[in-house]
């Protein structure tokens, strides 16, 4: 069945300060992972992504870690800002499965 | 330059009737997809299209009829509306599937 979820439904986090969003996934052929931002009234927007031969990606303030072993993934933002408030996403592609698998979602509030 | 376009942005209609939603990719893309997204945010793949042909349908009602009349293309017609059809619906392309996908602006749907 669907197998990637959340820990956290919800975060909120002073602006400046570092955000951490969990994922936890149980395919083990999963080979391809992506963190999604939504916007309120937009559509997903794609943040970064990593191959499972790889076990961190960093981008412009923001890093994916993926450790396999517990099948857990996670998207660090660095230095918030009240743009980042928005419902992030994490989705896995099944290899041979041709199709994005997509997490519950994880609400961001930035406070001021 | 809108990579992924949806049109209409927002669509209130009868129960019972029929209506369409047009969704177009000028990214050169070959995989499509339409998703549709509930009021708890969960994304839920329907339809997968690459170079026109289906590939993925997940057990959504034969009242939901995709089209590609080529591969820049994929409208969603909609038999029959029913209540429970009222969400938004998403748009995305791949440049083939199990890649990054990107997503159109959304359709927001309300069946009365």
């Known amino acids: 069945g669907e197998s990637v979820g959340l820990h956290l439904p919800t975060l909120s986090v002073q602006e400046g300060d570092n955000s951490i969003i969990n994922c936890a996934y149980s395919?083990?052929?999963?080979?391809?992972f992506i963190w999604y931002k939504q916007e309120s009234g937009k559509g997903p927007q794609f943040i970064i992504d990593i191959r499972s031969n790889m076990d961190k990606r960093q981008g412009q303030r923001v890093t994916v870690l993926l450790n396999k072993t517990v099948k857990h993934l996670s998207l660090q933002i660095a230095a918030t800002q009240p743009g980042d408030s928005a419902v992030y996403f994490c989705a896995e592609n099944i290899q041979g499965a041709q199709k994005l698998v997509f997490g519950q979602g994880t609400r961001l509030t930035i406070n001021p | 330059d809108t990579a992924v376009s949806q049109t209409p942005k927002y669509l209130v209609t009868q129960m019972g009737n029929d209506k369409s939603i047009k969704c177009e990719q000028n990214?050169?893309?070959?995989?499509m997809y339409w998703y549709k997204q509930d009021s708890k945010k969960f994304l839920k793949i329907m339809f997968s299209y690459n170079n026109k042909e289906l590939i993925i349908n997940e057990t959504v009602p034969n009242r939901f009829s995709p089209k590609s009349p080529d591969k820049a293309h994929l409208n969603l017609h909609i038999n029959s509306l029913e209540l429970g059809d009222s969400a938004v619906y998403f748009c995305?392309?791949?440049?083939?599937?199990?890649?990054?996908?990107?997503f159109g602006p959304g359709t927001r749907l309300l069946v009365l």
């Open positions: 395919n083990s052929a999963s080979d391809y």
């Open positions: 990214l050169g893309h070959d995989t």
């Open positions: 995305a392309s791949s440049r083939t599937s199990g890649e990054t996908q990107y």
